[in-house]
């Protein structure tokens, strides 16, 4: 797998993952989420973790994000091996590398969005926090939200305090899991944007998402099938589709459902069907996979 | 060099603790503002608790002082000796009570360390000026020196105390407390006036100065007669006298004690091993039933704080526990932007310490709200709450807080952070 990873040769390994294996025990049953997943991610990538559910993707972005450890294999994160950690230092990685973004967004109620974004900073215990706080709130285009709670805010508002959040620790990844979940198709969009151009200043995005049009707008896409990768690709097409409303390609996808309908079915505007080239999707692996739900 | 480093480490950590605290203490705010009621109901008990240590230490502690005051001016070298009754240990007499003015006059020759002793006749009297009757008056009966040995003493430019030509002779003289005048409604003009005593005529010689009363006895209504005079009135006494004794000092008390016990055995031809058919009063005997009392009130004071305390702590180990599952999630995503185990730990613990502690101001603020209500009473000791009930009340409710909120602070401390960001 490592050998065939399309992972750009100008970009240092990031993560490594090495033969990932990760068993649970429910009740007197063993599952195995992971069988041997490895994989390599590099600076500057922007990638699409899809899979339906039960297909492991949580587990493996559970891993990555250092909220667990495998069960066998090997994961390095900028070298250092992060699956024999112990809790506390895996929170000080989580804390200071890694920074997440939740589908139901995760802010701490009648705590200013300001405070939020804050919030990491205080447990790695680096100064000028309140700064660097703003400057995150600044690159997402919120600081004149700063001081509103998040009852104050709209979904996508708040998902843009949530994203503030992950970057003030400037981490080495931002870790995203289904971030549009929540939101309507246009809104969705925004954070979409917001992430683009995150990736275009440098930063590393891995987004689990079960949407198409999520997907198609990161760099590289990677499908899991019980616990194994079945697709791992890049997306040629993101640079041909960029000139293209992707807002209105999103909506009609979001309101036609599935990507058949949308072209007839879709009340709105549509433009970007023609321009996605199916036949390149399944190429690499030859596989092709059904769309699961959140997983 | 390394010495440099440590402290600069040091000087860049504190601040961030520190910091990291005043964070906690600010969300444990919050968050009891957002559950008002839920935190009042919960610290009831603590509230309690501190109120009853505020309120009975203070208490205990204006009463002591009161105590402790009165019997200084009383002169701390008193001692009563009285005539007592041997009884066996059915309740048979086996000697009867006895002591004689020359068992007395004895006591007062034989012993070094005594510096004065008068006889004593406890009585109570009526008596008549002009229209105005008083019935049930103390009496005392003595010497000249009841002056020197109960620190009382005539007040200046008021008559004199009777001398001792006037109870060589059984003179009718007697002084006055300055609550009987009030009681007979009439002014200092009484001096040199005569008085009806139980139908017998006296005159009055001075007026004592005021002493205040204590523990609702009113030392100012006494009427001190000559002691002769006293057991010409009350005969029967005249086998069962008492007497005052003044020691040298208040270390020769012990001693003096039992120069007394030595003459009066001997007298009474009491055999070793033989119980006393006297008793000695002695101040620390008061002192010593005061202390009885303060522990009596101490130990009230430990089971209703104990138990305060108990309940007080059993609710925030309830309201924790609720207030832990309430907030998985965001003790996950707490952890998931880097939060160790003791960083939750330490805001759950912190949350519970500031709850109680909240608990222990409001019980400290009721404490001395009753204490300031009390003093208002006019025949109330002043109290005054000391400091240190203060910071022991809040130690124990800081304590409690600790204690109970221990629990649930290490349970959510090891929730696993993706267990708690999929908590529903």
């Given at each position: 797998m490592i050998a065939d990873?399309?992972?750009?040769?100008t970009t240092a390994p990031l993560i490594e993952l090495a033969d990932l294996h990760k068993v649970y025990r429910v009740g007197t049953e063993l599952v195995h989420a992971l069988r041997g997943v490895s994989l390599l991610i590099g600076e500057n990538e922007y990638v699409a973790i899809m899979g339906p559910s039960g297909s492991g993707k949580s587990t493996m972005m559970n891993i990555i994000g250092c909220l667990d450890v495998p069960t066998e294999g090997r994961y390095l994160l900028r070298g250092q091996d992060?699956?024999?950690?112990s809790q506390s230092r895996l929170a000080r990685v989580r804390g200071r590398q890694i920074g997440f973004v939740f589908q139901s967004f995760e802010l701490l109620p009648r705590t200013s969005a300001l405070k939020n974004v804050e919030l990491p900073l205080t447990y790695s215990g680096v100064r000028h926090r309140r700064k660097r706080a703003i400057e995150a709130l600044r690159r997402v285009s919120l600081l004149d939200r700063a001081h509103h709670h998040p009852n104050q805010l709209s979904g996508g508002q708040k998902q843009r305090v949530a994203i503030a959040r992950a970057l003030a620790q400037e981490p080495d990844i931002i870790l995203a899991d289904?971030?549009?979940?929540?939101?309507?198709s246009t809104t969705g969009n925004e954070i979409m944007a917001i992430f683009d151009s995150l990736h275009a200043e440098g930063q590393t995005i891995i987004v689990v998402t079960h949407e198409d049009h999520v997907a198609r707008r990161c760099r590289r896409t990677i499908k899991l099938m019980d616990g194994q990768i079945v697709l791992d690709q890049m997306n040629e097409e993101r640079e041909r589709a960029k000139g293209i409303s992707t807002a209105e390609g999103a909506a009609a996808a979001a309101t036609g459902g599935s990507e058949g309908t949308?072209?007839?079915?879709?009340s709105r505007p549509h433009g970007t069907e023609g321009v996605?080239?199916?036949?390149?999707?399944?190429?690499?692996?030859g596989t092709v996979i059904e769309e699961g739900g959140p997983s | 060099m390394a010495a440099v480093r440590v402290i600069f480490g040091v000087l860049l950590f504190v601040p961030h603790q520190i910091g990291a605290l005043a964070t906690n203490v600010v969300t444990a705010l919050v968050q009891i503002w957002t559950n008002k009621i839920r935190a009042f109901l919960t610290v009831l008990g603590i509230i309690i608790a501190v109120t009853s240590i505020i309120t009975v230490v203070s208490f205990v502690q204006g009463f002591g002082d009161y105590f402790t005051n009165f019997l200084r001016g009383l002169g701390t070298n008193l001692m009563v000796v009285y005539p007592e009754a041997v009884r066996g240990?059915?309740?048979?007499?086996?000697r009867p009570a006895e002591m004689t003015v020359d068992d007395i006059f004895a006591v007062d020759a034989k012993s070094?360390?005594?510096r004065r002793t008068s006889p004593v006749i406890f009585a109570r009297c009526t008596v008549e000026y002009g229209r105005q009757q008083i019935t049930g008056l103390n009496m005392r009966c003595a010497s000249e020196l009841f002056q020197p040995i109960r620190n009382f003493y005539v007040e200046e430019g008021q008559g004199r105390f009777f001398g001792a030509i006037d109870v060589e002779n059984a003179a009718q003289v007697c002084v006055l407390g300055r609550d009987v005048l009030r009681q007979l409604e009439c002014?200092?003009?009484?001096?040199?006036d005569y008085i009806m005593v139980d139908s017998q005529r006296f005159k009055v010689l001075g007026l004592l100065e005021t002493q205040g009363s204590f523990m609702g006895d009113n030392n100012d209504a006494i009427i001190v007669i000559p002691w002769t005079t006293g057991l010409k009135m009350y005969p029967n006494n005249r086998n069962y006298m008492a007497f005052y004794s003044e020691a040298m000092s208040e270390e020769q008390v012990d001693e003096a004690e039992a120069q007394i016990a030595r003459t009066l055995r001997r007298r009474h031809g009491i055999r070793p091993g033989e119980r006393n058919d006297f008793g000695v009063f002695k101040q620390d005997q008061i002192l010593q039933q005061f202390n009885q009392v303060k522990m009596i009130a101490t130990s009230v004071l430990g089971g209703i704080v104990g138990i305060s305390l108990l309940v007080g702590g059993i609710g925030i180990m309830n309201v924790m526990l609720v207030s832990v599952t309430e907030r998985t999630r965001e003790i996950g995503l707490r952890k998931s932007v880097g939060a160790r185990r003791r960083d939750i730990l330490l805001q759950f613990l912190t949350e519970a310490v500031v709850l109680s502690t909240v608990g222990g101001l409001i019980g400290i603020g009721l404490g001395y709200a009753i204490c300031g209500v009390a003093s208002?009473?006019?025949?109330m000791v002043e109290v005054n709450v000391p400091i240190w009930s203060v910071a022991l009340a809040l130690g124990f409710s800081a304590g409690t807080g600790i204690f109970f909120g221990i629990v649930p602070a290490f349970k959510a401390a090891i929730l696993h952070p993706i267990d708690a960001l999929r908590h529903e």
């Open positions: 990873s399309p992972i750009s040769k992060v699956s024999r950690m289904e971030p549009t979940g929540n939101l309507d949308a072209a007839t079915g879709g996605r080239p199916d036949g390149k999707r399944g190429a690499a692996t | 240990p059915r309740g048979e007499f086996l070094d360390a005594i002014d200092e003009s009484i001096v040199g208002l009473h006019p025949k």
